[in-house]
T-cell receptor
């Protein structure tokens, strides 16, 4: 089976930085995804890591360590619109489906 | 270009009834996956179809079935509805074939309420 863990909630101040950790234990590995989901809306793609290291895309960065089964999503210069749920998802090898964590609800306060 | 579309947006059904949810993928995408998302949880994989064939199935009972049509649109059918089937049903399409990880684009979902 697949086991993906991430914190339930995080709160941060506008303009600050927040790091959302994700640990996973899966039968094989074919990439790790981060999605953002606003309440009542569909998940939208943020980042994809398949090799170890840091991927940077504007204010968002994602890191992966395959040997540790660990990833994090870094949100910089937080804005109110970043208040959302952030989903960590793993694609097991030879299997196209995504296994999602329960999501981390980030609340940005003024 | 249009994104992934799903219909209906909202649906209210009674226990024991049957429901059909529909999904149209992004033009050119041949992979369609279905997910169930219960409030407060991440999406759970139900089915994956590629080139009209089932390529993966999650841990859901046989009451759940799906199919993909020649135009790559897809239907998810749920029979004998239970209260626990109340959830947001998401459809996602991708350019990547099975076995290759690729970005999945999600539709807006169908909110199913079973009373």
């Amino acid at each position: 089976g697949q086991n993906i863990d991430q914190p339930t909630e995080m709160t941060a101040t506008e303009g600050a930085i927040v790091q959302i950790n994700c640990t996973y234990q899966t039968s094989g590995f074919n990439g790790l995804f981060w999605y953002q989901q606003h309440a009542g809306e569909a998940p939208t793609f943020l980042s994809y890591n398949v090799l170890d290291g840091l991927e940077e895309k504007g204010r968002f960065s994602s890191f992966l360590s395959r040997s540790k089964g660990y990833s994090y999503l870094l949100l910089k210069e937080l804005q109110m619109k970043d208040s959302a749920s952030y989903l960590c998802a793993v694609s097991p090898s030879n299997d196209y489906k995504l296994s999602f964590g329960a999501g981390t609800t980030v609340t940005v306060r003024a | 270009d249009a994104g992934v579309t799903q219909s209906p947006t909202h649906l209210i059904k009674t226990r024991g009834q049957h429901v059909t949810l529909r999904c149209s993928p992004i033009s050119g995408h041949k992979s369609v996956s279905w997910y169930q998302q219960v409030l407060g949880q991440g999406p759970q994989f139900i089915f994956q179809y590629y080139e009209k064939e089932e390529r993966g199935r999650g841990n859901f009972p046989d009451r759940f079935s799906a199919r993909q049509f020649p135009n790559y649109s897809s239907e998810l059918n749920v029979n004998a509805l239970l209260l626990g089937d109340s959830a947001l049903y998401l459809c996602a399409s991708s350019l990547a074939p099975p076995g290759l990880a690729g970005e999945q684009y999600f539709g807006p979902g169908t909110r199913l309420t079973v009373t």
